[in-house]
């Protein structure tokens, strides 16, 4: 099983890729299995990176960003990132949104357990880089306030 970690659009994905047959390949995305199609057979080769090309591509469209959701790139001002791993169940602010010190801004779920993820400034929200459904890692920006 290859293993690999990436980074999309400020997201971090571990990806392992158990098995590629023909144009089917399994693979496990921050714990979660999938299986991808892929556009052309992988050539069987002793070079890694030709594996790597087509899962690369498909990873993201496991957890696909919200069409209303700006392009992911971290406004200015104060990071509220991800405490633990887990899956954004709701976005309760938008770009441009004033907020609070204290007010939940992002519910996280992680080991089946809902969790508040609060504003830990008082300001306006300058990006959302998540949107419902996506899979963050520990660490991971949510949204910046300025």
Do not use: H, R, W
């Not at 504003?119 to 419902?132: C, F, K, M, R, Y």
């Amino acid at each position: 099983m290859d293993k690999y970690q990436y980074k999309v659009n400020g997201v971090d994905y571990k990806v392992e890729i158990e098995e590629i047959e023909g144009t089917t390949a399994k693979v496990t995305v921050n714990g979660k299995a999938f299986e991808v199609e892929l556009k052309e057979p992988v050539k069987a080769t002793t070079s890694k990176p030709a594996k790597v090309v087509a899962p690369v591509a498909a990873a993201p469209a496991a957890a696909p960003a919200p069409a209303s959701k700006p392009a992911a790139v971290a406004g200015e001002g104060a990071k509220v990132t991800a405490p633990l791993p887990g899956t954004i169940t709701e976005v309760k602010v938008a770009m441009g949104q004033a907020v609070k010190a204290g007010e939940t801004v992002i519910i996280l779920e992680a080991m089946k357990m809902q969790n508040n993820i609060e504003a830990e400034t008082s300001g306006t929200v300058t990006s959302v880089l998540v949107g419902q459904g996506d899979a963050v890692m520990e660490g991971a920006t949510l949204i910046t306030i300025g």
